[in-house]
């Protein structure tokens, strides 16, 4: 969301060309990506992170941002952004390969309520805190997570929600006149 | 046919330079051009159009938001929550008119007098503002056919959302009388060669269907027509200079280059926002100015205001749909009042609001993560909101400065800004969500949570308006009291904040600062 041109570092093509890990999932069948890829199995490149630190940190966001229905899929966009910045910045990937090897191996199995409480320890720390902005940065923008909380998005290019439903509630009465407007199609 | 551009000479001293191109600058920019004077218009970001804005919610944040960042200190939510972000305003051509919600009140006769309704209250540096308002009226109206505002002008209404339809009920339900789809500058019919509104509900992406009124497309097309508009993008202004008699003589700027620039100046209008306004004018310091330009009242950056927001959302048991349509589209006015009663001088509007994914979670929720933040999000179809605006008041110590910690691209300091929280503010904050509460209860919610204070979109007061020389940065006009020749465009120069969302003020300022700059003009006292 907010693009940081310092990105493009030698540091960062370096970290590109190197494949250091892996995460894979299965889409689910109602995501709306599932008709756009010939396979619903994903596998999401890393080039910073391990693949044993790709699932503690899948672990912490989902714990950040629990939507049980959800798609694994959007939360490795998470993944993605989180690695890529990883690999954009040796002091990110100092902050993350620490605070991940504190949080440990076992820290993606574990009960939620426990994940919560680990997490809860270091809450005003660098890395919660820049993972928690980037879960809500990417987790909540993108087609996946808009289709799971119903929202429609851009209408422009449908012509806006006038004839889309606008005012379609049904639950309340409508306002009078006075306090309203004409609709443009009456 | 276009008009070809002109590319006027850095050292033509017969323009107007004016810095900025938003609700102040742009606007001037058309009012100065058509009275036949020629301007280089000096714009810190990129051209964008309706075809270019991106319809990505986190995408058209960064292609439009000045993102540069800045430091903070005080007590106010956005020290913690958004640290590097304590305002949300745009960096285009066009600066927050492409972005804002289009609201536009008028301020009540009252709030201009703010000192002498409110009193004196402790903490505060409380004024009133130094024109009658019969004639702030006149303008108003002015401003309002200039921009097309519902309501107003026999212009109707835009028809009630569903987002409205549970506000204006639960509203009603708490006697609410003044309740209505808002004064908008938003074509509810086709006007003034621009669509009306289809109900898209991306007003803060920039309109694509153009149904909304902005400096980029209406102001600035026009006064380029004049063949008379130098419009310079990518160019941050980085210093006014002046010469031995006190005059401005030119704006120091870097191009889209990077490379430093002096564009010299026949008057140079400054029209940044209350935030950047007064950095120029600080960068801009001399040994004749040591305070930063036209600051001998050292009133310039102080008694910085940025209205009292926050977000209150109704969670139903049915879907509200919030995001479709118009964002701002309904207001209760009713407690835009002074009623010290209430345990608190100054009044609110609260106004319709709906917040894009990923928006909500991002600024318009209190902190938070794990089950019960993420609930919230799960509701998303079924959550009514409103934005609360209020009356904040001046203070002297919450002010713009240069920061000493951080720099820009430039190697300049870049803005602090520092807020403490007045006891007046807390409390009309507090009355205002409560009113939400209740007002969504009423409609029947079965949950109402409360945003933390978002990063401030309104910008107003650090070179205040003032008659006397040692209580403000500029006369009645909004020309400095110091430079003869420097005038402020912008909400910088509102002498105390009000409840009405800045714009239409700022623009009704900037046509009567016009109309006064065309008078000493011909009087030969400019």
């Keep these: ?186 | 046919m276009q008009t070809p551009k002109p590319r006027f000479d850095l050292d033509d001293d017969s323009v107007v330079v004016i810095v900025g191109s938003g609700a102040g600058g742009g606007t001037m920019a058309h009012e100065l051009t058509r009275r036949g004077l020629t301007v280089v218009l000096l714009e810190a970001g990129r051209r964008e159009s309706a075809a270019s804005f991106s319809q990505n919610p986190g995408e058209a944040f960064g292609q439009l938001t000045w993102l540069e960042p800045r430091s903070q200190s005080g007590t106010w939510d956005p020290v913690r929550t958004s640290p590097t972000l304590p305002a949300w305003h745009c960096r285009t051509v066009g600066g927050t008119t492409v972005h804002w919600t289009a609201a536009t009140p008028r301020l009540r006769p009252y709030e201009i007098r703010a000192r002498s309704t409110y009193g004196d209250i402790a903490g505060s540096s409380l004024a009133d503002w130094p024109l009658e308002y019969a004639e702030l009226k006149r303008w108003y109206i002015a401003a309002e056919r200039r921009l097309g505002v519902t309501r107003r002008d026999g212009n109707p209404g835009l028809p009630a959302s569903n987002n409205f339809k549970v506000m204006y009920f639960g509203a009603r339900k708490l006697g609410y009388k003044r309740v209505h789809t808002n004064y908008l500058a938003i074509n509810s019919r086709a006007r003034d060669g621009r669509p009306l509104c289809i109900q898209q509900g991306f007003c803060v992406q920039g309109c694509k269907a153009d149904a909304k009124w902005s400096t980029l497309n209406t102001e600035i097309p026009r006064a380029e027509a004049t063949g008379r508009l130098d419009l310079r993008t990518e160019c941050l202004a980085t210093r006014v200079e002046h010469g031995a008699s006190g005059r401005a003589t030119a704006v120091v700027y870097r191009d889209a280059s990077g490379n430093e620039q002096r564009q010299k100046a026949r008057f140079v209008c400054v029209a940044g926002n209350a935030i950047e306004t007064p950095r120029l004018l600080l960068l801009s310091e001399s040994a004749r100015f040591p305070r930063g330009l036209a600051n001998g009242s050292d009133q310039l950056g102080r008694n910085y205001c940025h209205h009292l927001n926050g977000f209150v959302w109704g969670i139903f048991d049915q879907p509200v749909y919030s995001w479709r349509g118009a964002v701002l589209a309904g207001v209760v006015e009713d407690e835009n009042v002074n009623d010290p009663r209430r345990g608190f001088v100054g009044g609110y509007h609260l106004e319709l609001c709906t917040l894009d994914l990923p928006t909500l979670p991002l600024v318009g929720l209190p902190y938070g993560w794990g089950r019960d933040f993420a609930s919230i999000i799960d509701n998303y179809r079924n959550i009514a909101g409103l934005l609360v605006n209020g009356e904040d008041l001046p203070r002297p110590d919450n002010r713009i400065t240069l920061s000493s910690s951080v720099k820009d691209p430039h190697g300049l300091p870049v803005a602090h800004v520092n807020c403490e929280e007045h006891p007046n503010d807390i409390a009309l904050r507090r009355h205002a969500q409560t009113q939400g509460q209740r007002l969504y209860e009423a409609a029947g919610a079965k949950r109402v949570v409360f945003s933390s204070t978002p990063p401030a979109t309104h910008q107003m007061g650090t070179a205040r308006m003032s008659v006397d020389p040692a209580r403000g940065v500029t006369n009645p006009y909004g020309r400095t009291h110091e430079v003869p020749n420097l005038f402020i465009s912008d909400g910088s120069v509102f002498s105390s904040a009000g409840a009405a969302n800045p714009t239409l003020t700022i623009v009704a300022l900037v046509l009567r600062q016009a109309d006064y700059i065309s008078r000493e003009l011909a009087a030969g006292r400019l």
């Excluded at chain 1, 599932?34 to 080039?47: F, Y």
């Excluded at chain 1, 912490?60 to 966009?77: C, E, N, R, S």
């Excluded at chain 1, 910045?85 to 902050?95: F, K």
């Design chain 1, 1 to 186: 969301m907010m693009p940081d041109p310092s990105n493009c570092t030698t540091d960062r093509r370096r970290f590109l060309q190197t494949v250091t890990g892996v995460l894979t999932g299965v889409l689910g069948s109602l995501s709306p990506l599932a008709a756009l890829v010939p396979s619903r199995s994903w596998a999401l490149e890393l080039h910073a992170l391990s693949s044993a630190d790709a699932d503690t940190l899948l672990a912490a966001v989902q714990t950040i941002a629990p939507h049980d229905g959800l798609d694994a899929a959007a939360y490795a966009l998470v993944i993605g952004a989180l690695d890529a910045d990883a690999a954009g910045s040796a002091e990110t990937r100092a902050l993350f390969s620490g605070a991940l090897a504190s949080l440990g191996p076992a820290f993606a199995t574990m009960p939620e309520a426990q994940r919560v409480e680990q997490l809860r320890a270091i809450e005003s720390g660098a890395f919660f805190q820049s993972v928690r902005l980037k879960t809500l940065l990417v987790l909540y923008n993108n087609p996946i997570a808009w289709q799971y909380f119903g929202y429609q998005g851009e209408a422009f290019s449908k012509g806006g929600y006038l004839l889309r439903g606008f005012n379609d509630l049904k639950w309340l009465p409508d306002v009078p006149a006075a306090d309203s407007g004409p609709l443009p199609m009456a």
